[in-house]
């Protein structure tokens, strides 16, 4: 009788002690890979630059990629937001809008970190930049 108290303490440890190997005897493979490098977080948020009194505000936006901006063209009379020319890389074919009117809105989608100069094509001193992170 003095022995079943002991018998049942080492019998409940082998249990446990077993449990505590094929769990980790499952994980350990997989947690002795080596871990591949996971990309930075997509940030699928939004930004908004104002197009007031002509110029863009900020003038400077910084994003993290996946991230779309949207222009808003406050003032009375008409902008256009293209990108800048770049070495191969034409002027608004990147991204273009529309000649907007007061209250026109476009807004494009920052996929690829860089930085992105831009400016309103009716108003060239009108410059500006979106750098994506
Ligand atoms: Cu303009």
């Known amino acids: 009788m003095k022995c ?5 303490y080492w019998a409940i440890l082998l249990i446990v002690l077993g449990t505590f190997i094929a769990v980790t005897g499952c994980t350990g ?5 080596p871990t591949p490098a996971t990309p930075p977080a997509q940030v699928t948020g939004s930004a908004t630059v104002n197009i007031q009194n002509f110029a863009f ?3 400077t936006i910084t994003i993290s990629r996946g991230t ?3 222009w808003v063209n406050q003032d009375s009379v ?3 937001v293209l990108n800048d020319a770049d070495g191969s890389i034409a002027e608004g ?3 273009a ?3 907007l009117p007061k209250g026109g809105i476009y807004s494009f989608k920052f996929d690829t970190p860089g930085n992105y100069p831009y400016h ?3 108003h060239p001193s009108m410059k500006a930049a979106v750098i994506v992170t």
């Open 68 to 70: 779309t901006v949207t």
């Open 29 to 33: 493979n997989v947690s002795s890979q």
């Open 97 to 99: 809008s529309d000649s």
């Open 78 to 80: 008409n902008h256009q």
């Open 4 to 8: 079943a108290p002991d018998q049942f």
């Open 120 to 122: 309103c094509s009716i």
């Open 57 to 59: 505000n900020p003038a």
């Open 93 to 95: 074919v990147l991204f």
